[in-house]
């Protein structure tokens, strides 16, 4: 008996998967279909993917060809379903010519033609028009936030708007993207905003482009003071519109994880998280001139993330040392106290602490290495230290595709349950409000 292999997502089945499926059945005598597990297409960085594994199961399976189904779950699955099974022959469409050569050692590999003219890809954009997003000021994130967008189907950048115009010309050139002359027409021309501004001009963009029926996505910290959040908040909630922090860590694949872990308590009960965050930009000269591009200006609601994730409550007391030339702060160090439990933040701009972060636990804790708010592996580790357990994980791209997902999600109103909430928000901004209205110890740089 001659065994086949096939695999794919299978989202939305079309008329291309069945003619491929019936080509790779005709191949031989048995015909094994792998279908991609949820998780799987995430970390690949497939984020567009409407239907669910059981679904996508169910469809095969329905079409009557395949002799048995199976899950694909990881990278280099393939090697081991080929041995497992006894297969005999491997086979996808042709759009994935040369990339399956390596299989060859175990098995015969088959590229079929692929169906023209269809693709889930087609389908899902047929099915819903895009959200059209606009992109108000120009800089490295902007340019990030156009090429991630187009890894996640539903999301599309269509117009920028930036007071200096040759910096947008250059920033548009082969985009094929719409230039306005002012914010507000940028806000007309789209269903939401993309806001990469600093802190101080949040508040006024964030009303103006609510009230112009836009949701929001806006770059960390997103508010000054509590009394503003509350506001924008009041506003979009009243217009049903989407307010959200860009808050790109916190979609990670292995943070999302690293926090399940903890709340699950495989470090006991945690009572110290000890978090670091620094940058030092590539123009400091330029940058020095905006106080609100500072230490925690900047990265407040980055290095306070784990800490509200995790303690879920009110900080109690909160004490900063400053470090600062003029009104531009570059370290800021603060000592946080919970209902039993503690942490300390390290904050510098211009300066450069290691950004770790290690979240300390009755039974152990847990070491994330720098820069911890990109990661990809940490460790959990106990008192015996032969015994260390090691996780890593893949992210695609910058990893702000995942971001831009629960963005579209949260508009599309089927909000997967992590998400950086109103009261998240309300917490980290309570803080920065400490800071900006000036309680802390100053020293001089
Ligand atoms: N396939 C095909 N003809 C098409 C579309 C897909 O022969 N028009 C084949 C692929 O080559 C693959 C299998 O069907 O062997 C499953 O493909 P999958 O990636 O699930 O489908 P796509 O429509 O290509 O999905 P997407 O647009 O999300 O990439």
């Not at 005598?29 to 799987?40: E, K, P, Q, R, S």
């Not at 041995?83 to 015969?108: H, M, R």
């Not at 800021?332 to 439990?341: E, F, I, M, P, V």
């Amino acid at each position: 008996m001659k065994k086949v292999i096939t695999y794919g997502t299978y989202d939305l089945l079309h008329h291309g998967h069945v003619a491929l499926l019936k080509r790779a059945k005709a191949l031989g005598d048995y015909l094994i279909v792998g279908v991609t597990a949820d998780g799987f297409d995430k970390e690949r960085g497939k984020l567009n993917v409407s239907q669910s594994l059981a679904e996508r199961i169910e469809n095969v399976r329905q079409l009557g060809i395949a002799d048995q189904i199976i899950v694909e779950e990881y990278e280099g699955q393939k090697i081991s379903d080929i041995q497992k099974y006894a297969v005999d022959i491997f086979t996808v469409g042709s759009d994935w010519v040369g990339k399956f050569d390596y299989l060859s050692e175990y098995c015969q590999v088959v590229y079929l033609p692929r169906t023209r003219g269809i693709s889930s890809t087609v389908l899902r954009a047929s099915n819903k028009p895009a959200v059209k997003v606009g992109i108000l000021g120009i800089g490295n994130a902007a340019e990030r936030f156009f090429s991630e967008c187009k890894a996640v189907s539903g999301m599309e950048v269509t117009a920028v708007c930036d007071p200096d115009a040759q910096n947008m010309n250059k920033f548009c050139r082969g985009k094929g993207l719409e230039r306005t002359e002012t914010a507000e027409d940028l806000y007309a021309a789209c269903d939401a905003v993309f806001l990469n501004t600093p802190v101080n001009e949040h508040y006024e963009q964030i009303m103006a482009a609510l009230d112009a029926g836009c949701h929001v996505i806006c770059n960390p910290p997103m508010f000054l003071t509590v009394a503003e959040a509350n506001r924008c908040y009041e506003r979009a909630d009243e217009l049903g519109l989407v307010l959200f922090e860009g808050l790109k860590t916190l979609y990670f694949p292995a943070f999302e994880h690293m926090l399940l872990l903890v709340k699950s308590g495989v470090i006991g009960a945690v009572k110290d998280i000890d978090v670091s965050c620094s940058q030092i930009p590539e123009h400091m000269e330029q940058v020095e001139t905006n106080k609100y591009l500072g230490s925690l200006y900047d990265w407040c609601s980055d290095v306070l993330l784990p800490i509200i994730k995790l303690y879920e409550s009110e900080c109690l007391d909160c004490q900063l040392i400053d470090f600062q030339k003029g009104d531009f702060s570059y370290f800021t160090r603060g000592l946080l106290r919970y209902q039993n439990a503690t942490a300390s933040i390290k904050v510098g701009k211009g300066i450069k602490v290691e950004g770790e972060l290690i979240i300390t636990g009755t039974k152990g804790y847990l070491y994330v290495p720098a820069p911890w708010w990109r990661t990809e592996y940490f460790e959990i580790r106990s008192e015996d230290l032969r015994n260390v357990k090691k996780y890593f994980y893949n992210y695609e791209g910058e990893g702000l595709r995942y971001m831009i997902y629960s963005f579209l999600h949260a508009i599309n109103g089927t909000e997967r349950s992590l998400v950086h909430t109103r009261q998240d928000v309300l917490r980290s901004t309570a803080i920065l409000e400490k800071f900006h209205r000036g309680e802390y110890t100053g020293i001089e740089m």
